[in-house]
């Protein structure tokens, strides 16, 4: 069966340090979303793309974070710098006629 | 916009006990998502309603979405420690995705 993928699956980090987290979607789904989830929330949307183009990031912090999806396939997001209140889930998600998939997640932790 | 109340926010019940979790949408809904997540871990689907009085099962899992489409229900059967996590409803609002406010379920054993 077809998956998100995401990598890492964990990722510890210093604040004030890089950190970047790849999501492949599902071939031929052409959205993407990308969202944090802080522990005991629920997800919040950071950026949506359609093919390589942005639909909505209104709620990405864009002083620190960055998001891209260069040939329309997978995607990037990185926070630079990262800080201790960045510590969530990372979920990525795709979709295709109205099916969404999300990804297994990426966990940061950001001491 | 849109929002999703979910109730209760969170619920503990003993193991063999049936339990219904309610996700009600300010407008009306379109296609309506339930997901399951395991503490600190992705979201798992399970299933998707889009028709009103719409009603799919999986295992002892069911799920409703009611004739009016603002209002899904899902009800676990014989609650098992399997059944504890985080419960989501999740729609589709105008281009957007989103997500109830979550129902922590805790099954005692």
């Known amino acids: 069966e077809a998956e998100v993928a995401q990598s890492p699956r964990y990722k510890i980090t210093e604040k004030s340090q890089a950190v970047a987290f790849w999501c492949d979607p599902i071939s031929g789904h052409a959205t993407l979303y990308w969202y944090r989830q802080i522990l005991g929330q629920g997800p919040e949307l950071l950026v949506q793309?359609?093919?390589?183009?942005?639909?909505?990031d209104s709620q990405l912090p864009k002083d620190r974070f960055s998001a891209e999806r260069l040939k329309g396939v997978d995607s990037t997001l990185k926070i630079q710098p990262a800080e201790l209140g960045d510590s969530a889930m990372y979920l990525c998600?795709?979709?295709?006629?109205?099916?969404?998939?999300f990804g297994s997640g990426t966990r940061l932790t950001v001491v | 916009s849109q929002e999703l109340e979910q109730s209760p926010q969170s619920l503990i019940v003993q193991e063999g006990k049936n339990l219904t979790i309610n996700c009600t949408s300010s407008?009306?809904?379109?296609?309506l998502y339930w997901y399951k997540q395991k503490y600190g871990e992705g979201l798992i689907f399970l299933m998707m309603l889009q028709k009103g009085g719409e009603e799919k099962s999986h295992e002892k899992i069911t799920a409703k979405l009611d004739e009016k489409k603002q209002q899904s229900s899902l009800h676990i059967t014989a609650s098992q420690p399997s059944h504890a996590g985080i419960y989501l409803c999740?729609?589709?609002?105008?281009?957007?995705?989103?997500f109830g406010t979550g129902t922590r379920l805790k099954v005692l054993a």
């Open positions: 999740g729609a589709v609002d105008l281009y957007k995705y989103i």
């Open positions: 998600a795709s979709s295709f006629r109205g099916g969404y998939t």
């Open positions: 407008k009306t809904l379109y296609g």
């Open positions: 793309f359609q093919d390589e183009s942005v639909v909505d």
